[in-house]
């Protein structure tokens, strides 16, 4: 048996046994011991989920400070309506937020066109770490979205011209290799 302070018995994690601590669960998908003293932020699910405030540019802010509305997670949106939504959110200079709608298309996107959404998602985190100031963050993610959309090529899914996205990441890393951090302009998601 473990002890607690005091030598009276505990919980193993040197706390004493009783109901005004709360005991330590396993978790059933890893089997790592969680420790339910820690508050986590939980959605309607009671899955874990960060509530936080969040800037443009996705870092998150303290509880209560003022920051930009987030997409809501999980939403299904059309092609068009992904493409347009994300063309804005980088437009309105929020690459992150940008990414978190390319990442519901990914999810969401039939297998035949996964790598293409995970791309484009991809040179959105690309363009957040370039505006956060990450060099090698973003030219890391900008040539992997890039080869990812590349795989396309000839196909122009969804209207997308995916040599005219190839040579905005080329200007993206040349200007990023200029000086960082350095709001990128939108890629053409859009016609």
Known sequence: MTRGPGGRPGDGFGRPLGREFPQPQVCRHT???TDPSINRDRDATR???NARPRDGLGRPLA???EGVERAPEGTVRTPTNTLAEA???FAAGMPFHAHEVLEDAWKAAPPGERELWRGLAQLAVGAT???RGNRSGAVALLDRGRAAVLAYRGTDPH???VDAIAAWVGAAVA????QVPVNLPPPPLVA
């Open 129 to 131: 770490h370039a505006a």
């Open 31 to 33: 089997g790592r011991v």
């Open 47 to 49: 899955r874990p989920r």
């Open 159 to 161: 209207g997308l011209d």
């Open 175 to 178: 200007s990023i290799d200029a």
């Open 63 to 65: 509880y209560g400070s």
């Open 87 to 89: 063309h804005r959110l």
